[in-house]
């Protein structure tokens, strides 16, 4: 069975604080995709990073980094000096390929609040 | 970057009638699309999966002929959600994807209140 978690519900840090947020899944699939997304206030779904399973490189965009490790199926994200704007439900994904239909799983969600 | 656009964004509607929500791909051709419900502070629920012509998978649990999903071409599908009542009321969101991606691109959501 394939499954997400986030086992961070709520995060509340300081501007300026650098954040982790936490996803570890499971699957027994060899081949597979791992994706964050962040969902502001306004509902939108803002896509930010996808990884297959055969790269575990680490990668890091600006202020954010993720830190993918096969040994404890996790895939976690980082958030450096975190901003205001940085407030958001962010989600972790795991994509399994079900016949002609590819299906995300998603976990839970962290709300990150970053305070001024 | 490819876009979906999802419309209407907010739609209030009486028990009893019938919504519509679009999601249409903007500059690609979309040859599966994905329908979620989402309810306050918890995560997306896949609704159904729908490949252009053809009919839409439905997630165990979710009723055929209450959401109504067509994808006719592959720029567009619609949601109907037949017969609303308040406990339909939810945030819908749209995903459009291709053959290689179908994790991207999302739609801006549709907030449902059935009054």
């Known amino acids: 069975a394939q499954k997400v978690t986030q086992a961070q519900t709520e995060i509340s840090v300081v501007e300026k604080e650098d954040v982790t947020l936490d996803c570890v899944y499971e699957?027994?699939?060899?081949?597979?995709?791992l994706f964050w997304y962040k969902q502001p206030p306004s509902g939108e779904l803002v896509f930010l990073i996808r990884?297959?399973?055969?790269d575990e490189q680490n990668e890091i965009s600006g202020r954010y980094s993720w830190n993918f490790q096969k040994s404890t199926s996790s895939f976690n994200f980082t958030i450096t000096a975190s901003q205001v704007v940085d407030s958001a439900v962010y989600f972790c994904a795991l994509r399994v390929d079900a016949g002609n239909n590819r299906k995300l799983i998603w976990g839970l969600g962290t709300s990150l609040a970053v305070n001024p | 970057g490819a876009v979906v656009s999802q419309h209407p964004s907010r739609v209030i509607c009486k028990s009893g009638t019938s919504v519509k929500i679009e999601c249409r791909s903007l500059?690609?051709?979309?040859?599966?699309m994905f329908w979620y419900r989402q309810f306050p502070k918890q995560s997306l629920m896949l609704m159904a999966t729908?490949?252009?012509?053809?009919?839409?998978?439905?997630e165990q649990g979710v009723e055929k002929d209450k959401f109504l999903i067509n994808h006719a071409s592959l720029t567009l599908s619609t949601l109907t959600v037949t017969s609303a009542h308040p406990e339909d009321s939810s945030f819908y969101i749209c995903?459009?994807?291709?053959?290689?991606?179908?994790?991207?691109?999302f739609g801006q959501g549709t907030r449902l209140t059935v009054v």
């Open positions: 699957t027994r699939d060899t081949t597979y995709y």
């Open positions: 500059d690609f051709q979309a040859t599966t």
């Open positions: 729908s490949n252009e012509g053809s009919k839409a998978t439905y």
């Open positions: 995903s459009a994807g291709t053959d290689l991606r179908t994790e991207a691109f």
């Open positions: 990884r297959n399973s055969f």
